[in-house]
């Protein structure tokens, strides 16, 4: 752990815990404190405390564990939780119960973060990277909002079972509440009014009874808790078929945890590199001080083939960093100076491997950490 003084009595600080965990995870955790440092070096009314500890296949070794009781005592002090990477086929054999994954699942349980946040951004420099043409991706800046905690992958029963005559029946119980609808929509409304004011909600009311409920709690959520957002409500297969006829249409979208899951891949290939994009889940706010539990990690995975070699790309750990100043530390300036200076760089035609594109500028983990964070002390100087 280590901490920065604060400067001066007001200043406020910001707790954080960086759990880098496994492969890359722990290259690209480097550059967000390269990036934590700039924002601490140029001083002004916010400082950072931050803490580090292992998850995943990392703490496994150390501990015999995915997470200990420890490090989710730091996570709930914590203002945020800046997440890399677990796993690895060194873990491969590791019993079920403690595999690396396992860390974060519990992180995700015990501050029931149920809503997840899936930006699709496409930085105008990497348009001719997406399949779409590019006038219908440049610029693209859309928000996939899920349910994370529900729905089909969490209802029971949930079993396949051998009928009398051989046959194998295999069930999935879909399960909403009123109350996790209306607390998903209402972050919809939250996240719509900070940007355009449009907010779809994506479901399939048609043929569903699950999709009859959220049609029916997200018009009524609505009504009374912001009528000033504009609420479309579209089919979630008409919803898949428009991201790709007219992504440019949305902005903030919200649906359940299986269409969520779905929509926000297409959403996120539509960018041109899955490897590029950062998320967040986020938990109910606290009565008392009315802030969320969150965690915020780039949507890409460990990828043990490159680790060690500083072949990794930062971007999308430093975007979900970004992200975490916006949602939990209300430094929104300061995200909206991290996410241009990532774009500049990339104008600027700096590439790592997993990006690269002819008579362009191939980099490593550490020098495009190192660009983008000049580009933020450039515009903050």
Not at 160 to 171: M, S
Not at 349 to 359: F, P
Request: glycine content about 8%; hydrophobic content about 40%.
């Amino acid at each position: 752990a280590y901490k920065h003084a604060t400067r001066e009595p007001n200043m406020t600080t910001h707790k954080l815990l960086l759990l880098p965990g496994d492969g890359i995870g722990v290259e690209i955790s480097r550059e967000v404190e390269r990036v934590i440092e700039t924002l601490h070096g140029l001083g002004g009314a916010n400082s950072f405390e931050v803490e580090i500890d292992l998850v995943g296949g990392a703490a496994i070794d150390a501990h015999g564990v995915a997470v200990t009781e420890e490090a989710i005592a730091k996570a709930s002090d914590a203002d945020a939780i800046i997440f890399g990477a677990v796993g690895g086929p060194k873990w491969d054999n590791v019993p079920y119960e403690i595999r690396p994954e396992a860390g974060l699942l519990r992180l995700r349980k015990d501050f029931d973060l149920f809503a997840n946040l899936r930006p699709a951004i496409c930085y105008p420099a990497l348009a001719e990277a997406s399949s779409l043409k590019r006038e219908l991706v440049e610029g693209l800046d859309i928000l996939i909002l899920r349910e994370l905690t529900g729905g089909t992958y969490f209802g029971e029963p949930k079993e396949i079972v051998t009928q009398e005559n051989g046959e194998k029946r295999a069930v999935d119980t879909t399960v909403y509440t009123t109350s996790e609808i209306e607390r998903i929509v209402k972050v919809g409304c939250d996240l719509a009014r900070k940007r355009s004011g449009k907010l779809h909600m994506a479901a399939k009311w048609n043929v569903m009874k699950s999709g009859v409920l959220w049609r029916d709690v997200t018009v009524a959520t609505h009504e009374k808790y912001a009528p000033d957002v504009e609420l479309e409500l579209i089919l979630a297969d008409n919803c898949a078929m428009q991201l790709i006829r007219n992504p440019k249409q949305f902005d903030v979208i919200v649906t359940d945890n299986l269409f969520g899951d779905v929509l926000s891949d297409e959403a996120a290939m539509m960018t041109g590199s899955l490897g590029m994009l950062p998320s967040a889940s986020l938990g109910a706010p606290d009565p008392k001080t009315g802030k969320s539990k969150a965690l915020y990690e780039p949507v890409h995975g460990s990828a043990p083939d490159i680790s060690g070699q500083g072949l990794a790309n930062p971007i999308a750990m430093i975007a979900s960093f970004a992200m975490a100043l916006r949602y939990s530390c209300d430094m929104s300036s300061e995200a909206d100076i991290i996410e241009t200076a990532i774009a500049k760089v990339l104008d600027n035609g700096l590439r790592t491997a997993d990006i690269m594109q002819s008579g362009l500028t191939k980099v490593g983990t550490e020098q495009m950490g190192k660009a983008i964070a000049a580009e933020i002390q450039s515009a903050m100087a």
